[in-house]
């Protein structure tokens, strides 16, 4: 009888315990060390008070010294974790990816064992030698997995103890201020540097990557504003800085309690609305990286815009990603309804892999961009003709515009700096302006956009100077306009004072239409749903037709294209005026009609019951 030895099942892998979200506790570490750093310089730089003399001088002098001296100690230490914790959290990332291959291999080789076992039972005595082979075959793939499997657990072992040691070099003051004396890291001269830099992104990005991971550390740890908004500076370390200082932010203005005035108040509201946007999309995972969402906070300066603010969040990795959409905002937007922003960008991050056929669907990152000053005026407020409408769409007002899209294109640019992809394939860059965003991109377009496309949706124009899809300096065809017609915001487009440019939608603008849900008809007394037909456009449920073309855009295929619109903006808004004032005149003669009606029958009523009491006198 021969004996055909087939290798047993691989026993299931354990979940690896650590995940990226490690990475949280690298954010504490270099906020507190940030701390450290500012509470260092403010010693060294402020001694006795200018009127202390003597032996009380020399005495505040020493104790100011001794204090930035021991602080010094500690954010040496906390820099030194703090690398080590990023090293510890991308080698994890890397170990993730390495456990879910083994955990896929295993599956597949049990089967192949179940299968081959399964041969075995309906063999005959001819197929000895050939199954006799497969389980051979067979036997060295387990071996291989196995080894695989003791390699990974090695490895897990080793970024463990190499993190443990790093804390464990610095536990005690006397290491800390070891580490303090041994760093010879002169922040003052790479700052400089920096500086000198003038802003070009692509010398920024050179540069950075030319520091030492200890330089890089030494810098998000002392100049987390500045590191963290440098257009080139590569998005994971943007994203290091910025989380750094918004935990340093919330912090402090959390100390005060009752003692904070309503500006600090605002600020408050606006950094938890951030970190509301950076949960959104609450751990689910990337289908592209089969890890989880990877969210950046790519611009934080919440003093900028008097107090507006200026932020970027990103949903999966510009750096990296195959596609990326920058989606720019519109009216009454600033840092503090970055939440829903954020919902948005991540909403139009969910279609972009939904609707590919590719598994692994290409990478995708969109970005909710919030780095303008955009007017603060309600889109209800457009239907206030003659009161705010000249306001918004005056030139003066346009201005806003003209800024924010200089702004954007800097942003674009320091994306294109930062990107990790070969030079020959570059993320397909797409660019969604909505609202007074889609005037505000048609700017950054006109002036100069790194972009691959521009999208614009809800547009109240394509701003002044721009009469034709040509004007906007894109690669020909990639100029994509969605309009609901039901959107008021969309009845704005003109030149002149009143106006932001030509409605882009127009078919003789020459850019191509895609189809979006019109919305529903509305009233000057049920003004909300014309908001809402000109805020749903990334809406799954309201408006799924435009997210899906908006996602389609994105991963560089063509939407569903309609045609352009033949009637003049102004006209649909003349035509809805003129229909609504009937509306509002019919109502008012059915409300006199019923009024009168309400009168006549109650005057029966009065009648009917003065006959009956006077009948029931004489009986």
Known sequence: MTVILVPAHVAAIEELEATAAASSVTSSLRSTATTMSDVSEWMTAHGAPADWTGDSSEAANH???QVATSTDGARAAFTRVAVACDKYVDRIVELTATHAQLVNGRTTVNREIDSLNTRIEQSTADDIASLQGQAEALQGKVDRLVDGITKFWDDVESAEDALIAAFQAVDSTHEGQDAADRDT?????????????GGDPGAINDWWKDLTPAEREALKISDPDLIGNANGIPTGDRDDANRSALERDMDYLETLGDDRTSEQDRELAHHRELVNAMNVPGGAIDPATGLPVDVNLIVYQPHAFNGDGAVAVSYGDPDTADN?????????????SIAGQGRDAYELFKQAAAGQDADPPASTATIAWMGYDAPNIAPDDLLDVPGEIGDVAGVGREQLAENGGHLLSDFVDGLRASDQRPEDADSNLTVIGHSYGSTTAAHSAADGLDADALTLIGSPGAGGGVDHVSDLNMPEGKVYV?????????????????GMGHDPSQADFGATRFGVDDGKEFHIDDVGQGVTNHTSYFDPEANLESLDNLATIVTGDEPTVIDGRTQDANDMALDWVKDEAQYQADRAVDATLDKAEEVIDGGKDWVGDRVDDFTGLWP
Do not use: C
């Open 63 to 65: 104790a100011m010294t």
């Open 185 to 197: 890291t002169d922040i003052a001269a790479l700052r400089a540097e920096l500086t000198r830099l």
């Open 324 to 336: 990326t959409a920058v989606i720019v905002p519109g009216l009454t937007n600033d840092a503090g």
């Open 482 to 498: 969605g309009s609901a017609d039901n959107d008021f915001v969309t009845w704005l487009g003109r030149d002149g004072d009143l």
